[in-house]
């Protein structure tokens, strides 16, 4: 039962799907071509004709045929189709292609959360946009639960003139104006069998729900960040996992059909981005002005341990809540500890002092050592087997990894999560006191007491980046740990908790995050109709918050301060993202730049761009010039300079003056200090130079600082990096 945490954190890891053939060995393949326009291949008439024409000509209809999967036209230029490895070099001579490789896996990566982010109906931005209204989500995921109330469309009105799609689900529960597409890719049909897309998809754009809880916990109004939003769901999982070859069909027709904002909660680790389709489809989609917001990981706290590094990407790493649901454990010596626990069962009694039990293995347990016990052990135990050997109650305590970070999972049990060093306190006073004694009391849901929130999670993946090493990822931070939406199926059958279809789970990982940032950046598109997806993620990176909501800077899993490669620029604060002032502006033309300037040949540039493209031709830009909302620079030489453009989208007449927090060892010169602006789009740009500090001690390879410009209303704070 413990394992249920791990499983939602390394999240339905999905196998390699290489079909077996015993004749010859198929695999499928992710195939770049030339678009056919830049061929002007007399014989193109259909995608699907054109695609063909690089399988081997003499095809037989036995089981080794060559099969094609899917013709994509929008998210890549190119196809997907089951190949041996042979048949994949016969192809590589023919005109027009660019490039093949195995498709690529990816996997899943894991409510009370509109007034944490401060999110009111009558004020700020729900006002501004109002609660999203008319703007289409896209979520690429498992499917949806459809039925649920989450996904109910009362109050909604109808679906844009032109959206088109279809929705691939049963009759009992089809579209409605709340849900009006869902197409699938793998199975029959788009019902959700896993619970994740309902989640994720009902945290972005889900409708309000009174008096949604887990067994009694967190209850209250249940909604999604841009609950007036209309949602569309692409089936791309399944219970085995995310075949490359479906999340981009479902790409590819999430973009035909119109959607305004893409949210993937999956990836597939560290990749050339020239081998990523969803990074693919992001770059192609960046003209279209339809951002796509993805997870950063859970494969933290390991440094550079990314997923979704492109930077026309929005890339999201998970912190806490100010929601605990507080389960106490108070020792026989009357030392406290404030844990958690899902399941706080009413019968239990909070009074009554148990011997408490530390045993040597937590794998297998006997009557003799722990019936009628508190029994304390670490996460990983199988606490169904202490329940059937008699135990009364479990302490999970924390490893050293997961620090501070409690992540709720439902347990057998009355039971109580405790932090890594709370659990060493507890197993100390096991070890030394002759008897040892424990009792938990339940307290329910506590909203905004100790301990402060948010903190970054411990399983929330951390820069630096590796693909794109010159820009500092991820990009953000929202809330991801213990996050209660929608869900397919009752989580229990115990008749005192369940007994309507209303269904909602607790779960925890960067894949509940990523939607949170859907949600905001929905409303600013509805807020903001003409931003970019780069000013729409400027505004949503320079008015984070890098300070807890005890007013100290935010803390990780260790309870130290969080530095940029775990934070981004900090965690959202969407009332202020919908008025930031100034933007960070980014064109195609810069990206496809910095693609050049990566590195990449001109080859991997047209397979990303899906045009013919030469890099001597468009240009070259080092990655610090990209005109991103966060600097990072590598401070190799004694100095560097890079150039910053801001666009005012505040009031016309408006003055800004610089304020720097400089870098431990760096000097840092800004030129000039002050912006002043006359109107609004006005464009204004200035130089940051970096220095070392002469004499200073060697820090370490990276030091942390901001820059912000600071006018009488509004602080547009950009976090630097200085790799040493
Ligand atoms: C694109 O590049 C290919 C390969 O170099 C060439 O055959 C083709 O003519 C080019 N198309 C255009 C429109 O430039
Ligand atoms: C937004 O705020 C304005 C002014 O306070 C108010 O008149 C209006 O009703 C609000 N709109 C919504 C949708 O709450
Ligand atoms: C919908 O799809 C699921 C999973 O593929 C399947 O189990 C179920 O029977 C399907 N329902 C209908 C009505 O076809
Ligand atoms: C949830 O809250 C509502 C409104 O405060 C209340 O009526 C309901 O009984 C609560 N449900 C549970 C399970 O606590
Ligand atoms: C307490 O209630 C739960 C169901 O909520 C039940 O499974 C358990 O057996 C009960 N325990 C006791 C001691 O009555
Ligand atoms: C509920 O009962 C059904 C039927 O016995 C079983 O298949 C399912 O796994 C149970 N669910 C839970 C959460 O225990
Ligand atoms: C600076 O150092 C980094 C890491 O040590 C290295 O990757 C990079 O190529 C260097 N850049 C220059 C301009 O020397
Ligand atoms: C800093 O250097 C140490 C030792 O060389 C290395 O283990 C660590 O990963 C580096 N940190 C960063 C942020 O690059």
Redesign the pocket.
């Known amino acids: 039962m413990a394992s249920t945490t791990l499983l939602l954190l390394i999240l339905l890891s999905s196998s390699v799907h290489a079909i077996s053939d015993p004749l010859s060995s198929f695999q499928n393949y992710i195939v770049h071509v030339r678009h056919p326009y830049n061929l002007l291949n007399p014989n193109y008439t259909s995608p699907q004709n054109y695609h063909l024409s690089f399988f081997p000509t003499t095809t037989t209809t036995t089981s080794s045929s060559p099969r094609l999967l899917y013709s994509y036209s929008e998210a890549i230029t190119g196809f997907s189709a089951q190949l041996t490895a042979e048949q994949v070099t016969a192809m590589s001579t023919k005109p027009g292609f660019l490039g093949a490789y195995p498709t690529p896996n990816y996997k899943l990566m894991t409510t009370q959360t509109p007034t944490f982010l401060k999110l009111h109906s009558n004020s700020g931005l729900w006002n501004q946009s109002n609660q999203g209204e008319g703007i289409i989500i896209g979520t690429i995921d498992t499917g949806v639960a459809s039925g649920h109330p989450s996904f109910s469309d009362a109050g909604m009105p109808s679906a844009p003139p032109r959206w088109k799609s279809q929705c691939q689900l049963p009759l009992t529960a089809p579209c409605n104006k709340k849900l009006i597409g869902a197409r699938t890719f793998v199975g029959n049909n788009a019902s959700d069998l896993q619970g994740h897309g309902s989640h994720t998809t009902s945290t972005a754009g889900g409708n309000f729900v009174d008096n949604a809880n887990v067994l009694s916990q967190a209850n209250g109004t249940a909604s999604g960040i841009a609950p007036r939003a209309h949602v569309a769901v692409y089936k791309v999982c399944d219970l085995e996992g995310c075949r490359g070859e479906d999340v981009t069909a479902g790409l590819d027709f999430a973009i035909q059909d119109g959607v305004d904002v893409v949210s993937l909660s999956l990836g597939a680790g560290t990749t050339s981005f020239a081998m990523d389709p969803i990074a693919i489809a992001g770059f192609r989609s960046f003209p279209k002005g339809i951002p796509f917001v993805c997870a950063a990981g859970n494969d933290g706290p390991y440094l550079s341990s990314l997923s979704n590094e492109a930077p026309w990407l929005l890339t999201v790493g998970a912190s806490t809540m100010n929601r605990i649901l507080k389960s106490v454990v108070r020792l026989g010596d009357g030392q406290e500890f404030a844990g958690e626990a899902l399941f706080q ?1 009413k ?2 009694s909070s009074q009554q002092k148990f011997p408490l039990v530390a045993p040597q293995s937590c794998d297998k347990f006997s009557p003799k050592t722990v019936k009628g016990k508190i029994v304390l052990c670490d996460l990983v135990a199988d606490v169904d087997a202490i329940k059937a050997a008699g135990g009364s109650a479990v302490i999970l305590k924390n490893n050293k990894i997961e620090g501070a970070t409690i992540v709720l999972n439902l347990q057998p049990l009355p039971s109580s999560l405790v932090t890594f060093t709370d659990g060493a306190k507890i197993t100390s006073y096991a070890a030394t006191e002759v008897n040892p004694t424990a009792a938990i009391e339940f307290y329910g849901t506590v909203i905004g007491s100790p301990p402060s929130a948010p903190k970054v999670a411990f399983f929330s993946s951390r820069g630096p980046s590796i693909s794109s090493a010159g820009i500092l990822k991820p990009d953000i931070i929202a809330p991801g740990v213990n996050v209660l939406a929608a869900w397919h199926e009752p989580i229990t059958n ?1 008749t ?1 908790y369940n007994g309507n279809r209303r269904h909602f789970n607790i779960i925890s990982g960067t894949s509940m995050a990523t939607p949170h940032i859907t949600g905001v950046v929905a409303l600013l598109k509805k807020a903001h109709p003409n931003w970019s997806p780069a000013a729409i993620k400027s505004a949503i990176m320079t008015t984070a918050d890098v300070a807890d909501d005890s007013g100290n800077p935010i803390m990780d899993e260790k309870l130290k301060p969080a530095d940029h490669f775990a934070l981004g620029a900090g965690h959202v604060n969407p009332a202020k993202a919908g008025d930031p002032g100034l933007v960070y502006d980014i064109s195609g033309d810069d990206y496809l730049r910095y693609i050049c300037g990566v590195g990449y040949s001109d080859s991997d540039v047209t397979i990303i761009a899906g045009r013919n493209v030469s890099c001597s031709e468009v240009g070259k830009i080092a990655e610090a010039e990209l005109n991103y909302p966060s600097i990072l620079v590598f401070l190799n030489l004694t100095k560097v300079r890079v150039k910053r453009t801001v666009t005012n989208v505040g009031e016309a007449e408006s003055t800004y003056r610089v304020k720097v927090q400089s870098p431990k060892g760096v000097r840092v010169k800004v030129k000039p200090l002050v912006l002043g602006f006359s109107e609004v789009g006005e464009k204004k740009s200035f130089y940051v130079t970096f220095e070392k500090v002469f004499g200073a001690m060697y820090l370490g390879n990276s030091t942390h600082g901001s820059l912000s410009w600071v006018s009488a209303k509004r602080v547009v704070r950009s976090p630097i990096v200085v790799m040493m």
Do not use: V
Request: aromatic residues 20%; negative net charge; glycine residues 0%.
């Open positions: 069962p019968n239990f115990d005192n």
